[in-house]
């Protein structure tokens, strides 16, 4: 039996303990999802290093899953443009079911290699895509077949599971396993299974928008605001890397379409917006190259 389905020897009374004690079980069982994490570092680092030229040359991130699983790549998908003005073009989820299994479970979805085959064919996959498939279980027949139409055409595939020694783990070019044992709830992976996979793939997309130039220091710079709170965010992010005043920083970003890197550049090398522009333009997006 998958370590994911196996009941939990640690609290058989479960549905006995009074709330203080349920919610502490609940939570400190939560917390080992981090360590799981941890414990395959080696394992994220191999497809950051793997996936950051690929996506450098054009490629896109499709992200592949059912369930709890597939929810978690759409949400990490959707994430990447207003964080780091990543293309939607270039950050496509498949789930299982399709985009109403987003609400609404459609279990048997999942049981359909064919399927997962086809959905991710009809993306028309290339060399330099990077396919993240995840699937607690490592056996989810939909990510199988999505992870044999990728491996077809020589797409990168990066395969996360919680149960080691799986098909998707030995399947794809880089496996990582979150080994999170059995949930506190026997079977229910959106527990720290989806944890450990949800932490996983922030560190994933996060670490590759870092190698991909979208950070300066530990900064959002390539950040597009597109409400209030992201207007007062690129201000500030702006006031943070050049000591400017808030008056300055705003005007700056007012030349640049509020581009913080481009205001960066404008107000440390005093130059126009256009110039500015083109500077980053032709160091790829590399503020800290552009600015020496």
Known sequence: MLKTETPSTQHPQLDLYPVEALVDA??????????AVKAAAASISAAVTAMTPRVAAGGRLVYVGAGTSGRLGILDSVELSPTFSWSPERAMALLAGGL???????????????????????????????ILLVAASGTTPYVLGALQAARTVGALTVGIANNPGTPLLGGADIGICLDTGPEVISGSTRLKAGTAQKIALNTLSSALMVRLHKVYGNLMVDLHPTNVK???????????ATGATEAAARAALEQSHFHVKTAIVVLLKHLPADQAQALLDATDGNLRTALD
């Open 26 to 35: 609940l939570v400190d069982d939560q917390a080992l999802a981090a360590q």
């Open 230 to 240: 992201l207007v007062e965010r690129a201000i500030h992010l702006t006031m943070h």
């Open 100 to 130: 109403g299994a987003m609400f609404q479970a459609v279990e048997g979805a999942e049981d359909d290699r064919n399927k997962g085959a086809s959905d991710l064919r009809l993306l028309y996959p290339n060399y330099n895509d990077v």
